[in-house]
């Protein structure tokens, strides 16, 4: 995205997500479109399809901040917001752009790079460590596992774990020809028991 010099950073933004909005018109001092947010289908409530007088949305300036209404369902977001819920990409590049200029953050109408990125997990609560030194942490490692005292395992005479860990052994799992192989003999001998039942009985 590289920004015309005699149109704002929004203005070139707006024309970059013109071809995602329905029915995009330019007016003389706003865009308008259909609303993202109520004027979703092919055509209105009544059936009929939505014509460029049916679009509500606008994306407007006052002064030098940008914002976006619709005056059909009354949803009102600042461009950076508006930017955020339906083109999340386009909305990185443009905080990208506006940290450069050093727009962004407290008093401004858009979030600084660094909300961005831990709003969208990128960064941590606490900044990554980049130089640890291999051999240190590995000798420390060593060091903290012989330091543990190691007790042999209350059902393993193989192998040895430490104090407090309990090893349960399971048994093996059957597979599926086993579990038919073991609930036809049930059967089989469920067919017997009734078979001595009605000799017994006489019927």
């Known amino acids: 995205m ?3 010099f005699r149109q704002s950073i929004e203005e070139v933004v707006i024309d970059q997500i013109a071809s995602g909005l329905r029915l995009f018109s330019r007016q ?3 865009y308008k479109f259909l609303c993202p947010y109520c004027q979703t289908g092919l055509s209105d409530r009544r059936g009929k399809p939505y014509a460029k007088g049916n679009a509500k949305g606008y994306l407007y300036q006052i002064g030098k901040t940008w914002n976006f209404k619709c005056h059909k369902c009354g949803a009102n977001h600042s461009f950076a917001k508006f930017l955020e819920t339906q083109f ?3 909305h990185f590049e443009y905080v990208c752009l506006r940290d450069q200029l050093g727009t962004t953050g407290f008093q401004t109408n858009c979030p600084s790079l660094e909300t961005v990125l831990k709003k969208g997990g990128i960064l941590g609560g606490q900044p990554p460590e980049f130089h640890i030194d291999r051999e240190k942490s590995e000798t420390q490692q060593q060091s903290s596992a012989s330091a543990m005292p190691i007790s042999p395992c209350p059902r393993s005479t193989d192998h040895t ?8 052994i399971e048994p093996p799992m059957r597979s599926p020809q086993q ?3 073991h609930q036809s003999r049930l ?8 078979q001595r039942r009605r ?4 019927w």
């Not at 774990?161 to 349960?168: A, D, M, R, S, Y």
């Open 2 to 4: 590289r920004p015309d």
């Open 28 to 30: 003389q001092n706003a």
């Open 88 to 90: 999340p990409l386009v």
């Open 161 to 168: 774990c430490p104090p407090g860990f309990k090893v349960i």
């Open 179 to 181: 579990q038919a192989g």
């Open 187 to 194: 059967n089989h001998q469920l067919k017997q028991r009734q």
């Open 199 to 202: 000799l017994r009985e006489g």
